[in-house]
C-alpha cells in the first residue's frame, strides 16, 4: 500500500466526523488496487495510477468523492449525484451517506482501467477559452481552493468575465488582493458576482 504522509495529516487534520469516512475511503482504494498511489493535489487527497483515478476531502460539515474520468463511468448502481457541486457521491456526513463498500471498489476499478486503456476525457471545445483570458493570479488562488475552482469552471463565460473585469479593473495591488480573497469566498458559495442584485 503507498501511503504517504501528506495523506496521514490531510485526514488527522479534517474535522472528526471525517477521520473515519476519509480512512475508510482511502482503505477502499488502496484495495481496489495495490498500485495506487497517493499525491497531494489543490490541498487535497488524489489517488493514481497512470494518472488520476480518484479524489476526496473533507470540509466543515461533509467529505466529498470524486473520479476524475467519472463522467466516463457506468453508472451501474446509480450512486452517482449529478446535482452536486462537488464530488460525486453528493456530500457525505456519514457512512450511511456512502455506497456498499464492493460497488465503490467495482467504480474504483472501473476508474483504472480506463487509464490502464489510455482512454481519455473528450476535449473540452476552445471556442471559450479564446475570448476568455484568465489571469495567472486568478488560477493560482482558485487551484488553492477546490471548491471555488470546481464552481468557477462550471460558471457561464459572463459569470466569469465579471470577476475578471472586476479583478482587472482594480487600480492598485491592495484593492486586487482584496477582490481576490472576497471573489474566492463568493465563489466557493456559488455566487455570482452580481449575486447581491440578483431576485
Given at each position: 500500500m503507498h501511503t504517504t504522509v501528506q495523506v496521514d495529516q490531510y485526514i488527522i487534520k479534517s474535522a472528526p466526523f471525517a477521520i473515519p469516512i476519509l480512512e475508510h475511503l482511502r482503505m477502499l482504494v488502496h484495495h481496489a488496487d495495490a498500485r495506487i498511489e497517493e499525491k497531494t493535489k489543490w490541498g487535497?487527497?488524489?489517488f493514481e495510477f497512470k494518472g488520476p483515478v480518484c479524489h476526496m476531502a473533507a470540509f466543515k460539515n461533509h467529505c466529498a468523492f470524486g473520479f476524475w474520468?467519472?463522467?466516463?463511468?457506468?453508472d451501474e448502481f446509480n450512486?452517482?449525484?449529478?446535482?452536486?457541486?462537488m464530488g460525486m457521491l453528493g456530500?457525505?456526513?456519514s457512512f450511511a451517506d456512502l455506497p456498499a463498500d464492493e460497488i465503490l471498489i467495482a467504480y474504483i476499478q472501473q476508474a483504472i482501467q480506463l487509464n490502464e486503456d489510455g482512454i481519455k476525457l473528450p476535449a473540452k471545445p476552445k471556442a471559450n477559452l479564446q475570448e476568455l483570458i484568465i489571469p495567472p493570479y486568478f488560477i493560482d488562488a482558485l487551484q488553492k481552493d477546490f471548491v471555488a475552482m470546481d464552481v468557477?469552471?462550471?460558471?457561464?463565460?459572463?459569470?466569469?468575465k465579471d470577476y475578471i473585469i472586476w479583478l482587472e479593473e482594480a487600480?492598485?495591488?491592495?484593492?486586487?488582493?482584496?477582490?481576490?480573497?472576497?471573489?474566492?469566498?463568493w465563489i466557493s458559495e456559488g455566487k455570482s458576482r452580481m449575486w447581491k442584485y440578483e431576485k
Open positions: 487535497m487527497p488524489f474520468k467519472g463522467s466516463l463511468i457506468e450512486i452517482f449525484e449529478t446535482s452536486s457541486a456530500k457525505i456526513k468557477f469552471q462550471n460558471f457561464s463565460v459572463s459569470k466569469k487600480k492598485t495591488e491592495t484593492t486586487r488582493q482584496k477582490r481576490l480573497e472576497t471573489s474566492i469566498e
